[in-house]
Nanobody, 117 residues
Framework: QVQLVESGGGLVQAGGSLRLSCAASISFVSINAMDWYRQAPGKQRELVAQITSGGSTNYADSVKGRFTISRDNAKNMVYLQMNSLKPEDTAVYYC???????????WGQGTQVTVSS
């Protein structure tokens, strides 16, 4: 069983920044990719950013140029640096991991991000 624990959410004004962190309970050697998803009230959960085991990154169009995903292999941590935040970024942000073959999927408990206008 893999545990993912997010931290770093909070309330920020529009234009501000936050950094989310996700701690994984296993080594990144076993993880194929780690992602950040978000879910706003009344909306479906959506992929925000992904980083693969090879270091490739992908972003949702809505956050390109504002958000940056990164990882620290030694600490088994993944980060989401969020700059120029907008009210529409308000959501619960979830850390997600794709582990092993066949793939097993794991989710964190989520952390609330609220951006005020």
């Amino acid at each position: 069983q893999v545990q993912l624990v997010e931290s770093g959410g909070g309330l920020v004004q529009a234009g501000g920044s936050l950094r989310l962190s996700c701690a994984a309970s296993i080594s990144f050697v076993s993880i194929n990719a780690m992602d950040w998803y978000r879910q706003a009230p009344g909306k479906q959960r959506e992929l925000v950013a992904q980083i693969t085991s090879g270091g490739s990154t992908n972003y949702a169009d809505s956050v390109k140029g504002r958000f940056t995903i990164s990882r620290d292999n030694a600490k088994n941590m993944v980060y989401l640096q969020m700059n120029s935040l907008k009210p529409e970024d308000t959501a619960v942000y979830y850390c997600h991991a794709v582990v092993g073959i066949p793939y097993r999927l794991y989710w964190g408990q989520g952390t609330q991000v609220t951006v005020s206008s």
